[in-house]
């Protein structure tokens, strides 16, 4: 029979709430900041737009205060071992925070709100949303926060992603979106549950004592580690759980795109990190005899099917915005590679691939953005001559193109080359895996460079002079994003103790 708890306890869980809140408070002023907007989107009055734009920002640049207090906490678990405050957790808040700033700036600067969006309060509103469901699903610790926070991301990504309503590639690319989005959910969440029938438990340090204590049954295990995993490839973009991500790229708002594939993956990532290191981690061959592979020999699969697939297919892709979702497929591999190394330098490296991928992906969509503002296109044939015609923007979109093939002297060519070296420090065994990262990258040299040798070497088609100026404020973005690129693929050391130090506690508990 169902027993009330006593007042003892309903006092013990009260306290123990009390205590929790405290850890909560980047949350609960990005909640804040939520529901500001929304009041202010009602009561503004006049240059509505701007107004709002700036106290989204000025909120979002107050939450990095809050999260910079929680470094002088106690790392560990609270609201009954849901949530977790580490130093793992507080990398991807940084990131997300000012991803999000990011994609309100590169909003501000892009002409199609003002053509298609009459009101943006609730535009803003929703990005600050998802971005609370990041940070919510960098720090959770139990399958049921991991639930909703991805759906918190997920429900405000379908909106976001369709909120040009009157364009139809971006209502059929929300459609899309919920379609798959749905499908994966249902299966991860299928996936959780069929732990928790292993295991009884719901917090993930919980379900590896559990599965260590008492053993589990293989063949459910890796149906549930093939269903989870699902889920989360659906998330990072990863083949073969990618299907959504060229057509919401091509139809989202631009900065939705770039929001999306910076922040959004690097969501999943977190996930994927924690919930493979710490609910499974000893769970190395579990499958030996069944069908000899284990959870690490499924994330190569999908990190070598991305690499692949992802800059193959882009060959042949027209619209840039759909030739850097391709890209973003592939770079999704070679982040993966970072992960099967499974221990704190492959962490490393995958953090740091993480914070030059941000960099330089919002450089790429803010030139991107910028270019269409005055063509009217982002087809790559229109990018002809635009060189000569907008000399910063040509230079500034090469250099980040160069990063994202990963070659000198850019933050990229740091990135991939961590991960070549967590590799190979991992063993001979995993020199192929780096050596099928070094041949996709030369494949991505190819179409990456088309649109430099559309701007550079060959004439416009279009004849007439045009304003082709993206004023002042645009040319220093630019600037300041190339010259950050370039500054850190040669004194890349402070980012790289960044990721050293987000590492460092998180990859204790691998072992």
Do not use: C
Request: no cysteine; hydrophobic share 55%.
């Amino acid at each position: 029979m169902f027993e009330l708890p006593s007042g003892a306890e309903i006092q013990g869980i009260i306290a123990s709430l009390e205590a929790s809140v405290g850890f909560f408070i980047p949350e609960l002023y990005l909640s804040v900041l939520f529901m500001l907007l929304i009041v202010v989107d009602l009561f503004a009055k006049g240059r509505k737009n701007n107004l709002l734009s700036i106290t989204t920002l000025l909120g979002l640049a107050g939450s990095i205060f809050f999260i910079y207090q929680q470094h002088s906490m106690q790392p560990g678990e609270f609201f009954f071992g849901m949530y977790v405050l580490d130093e793992f957790a507080l990398f991807f808040k940084y990131l997300f925070v000012i991803s999000a700033m990011i994609a309100v700036v590169i909003t501000m600067a892009d002409e199609q709100f003002d053509r298609e969006v009459k009101s943006i309060g609730e535009y803003y509103a929703l990005i600050v949303a998802m971005l609370i469901g990041m940070i919510m699903m960098a720090s959770s610790a139990d399958l049921m926060m991991i639930i909703l926070s991805m759906e918190l991301v997920s429900l405000t990504a379908y909106i976001l992603t369709g909120y040009f309503k009157r364009d139809p590639r971006s209502s059929e690319a929300a459609l899309k979106y919920l379609v798959y989005g749905a499908v994966s959910s249902g299966l991860m969440i299928y996936g959780f549950s069929l732990i928790y029938g292993l295991t009884a438990q719901t917090n993930l340090i919980k379900i590896s004592a559990e599965l260590s204590a008492h053993g589990y049954d293989p063949v459910v295990m890796i149906l549930a580690s093939l269903i989870v995993l699902a889920g989360f490839g659906y998330k990072i973009g990863a083949v073969p759980f990618h299907f959504w991500s060229p057509d919401v790229y091509e139809g989202a708002p631009t900065p939705i795109t770039a929001y999306l594939s910076v922040a959004s993956k690097a969501s999943g990532f977190a996930l994927l990190m924690r919930f493979f290191y710490i609910a499974v981690p000893h769970v190395v061959n579990p499958y030996e005899d069944i069908i000899g592979i284990d959870w690490v020999s499924l994330l190569i699969i999908l990190s070598i099917a991305s690499m692949i697939y992802g800059n193959v297919v882009a060959l042949w892709q027209k619209n840039v915005k759909r030739l850097l979702a391709y890209s973003s497929i592939a770079h999704a591999g070679y982040l993966l590679l970072g992960i099967i190394v499974m221990d704190q330098l492959g962490t490393q490296a995958t953090l740091f691939y993480l914070l030059s991928y941000f960099l330089v992906n919002f450089g790429a969509f803010y030139v991107v953005i910028l270019i269409a503002n005055k063509t009217g296109s982002e087809n790559l044939d229109d990018y002809r001559g635009l060189g000569k015609r907008m000399p910063l923007a040509g230079a500034a979109l090469t250099v980040f193109l160069i990063s994202l093939v990963g070659l000198p002297p850019t933050v990229g060519f740091i990135g991939k080359l961590m991960i070549f070296s967590a590799l190979l420090a991992k063993g001979s065994l995993y020199i192929w895996l780096a050596l099928i990262g070094v041949m996709t990258s030369v494949i991505s040299l190819y179409y990456y460079m088309l649109i430099p040798l559309n701007m550079y070497l060959r004439d416009s088609e279009q004849h007439g002079e045009k304003n082709m100026d993206s004023g002042m404020l645009a040319k220093v973005l630019m600037a300041l994003l190339m010259i950050l690129t370039l500054y850190f693929g040669l004194f890349f050391q402070p980012l790289s103790d960044f990721a050293k130090y987000s590492s460092a506690m998180f990859g204790v508990k691998l072992y």
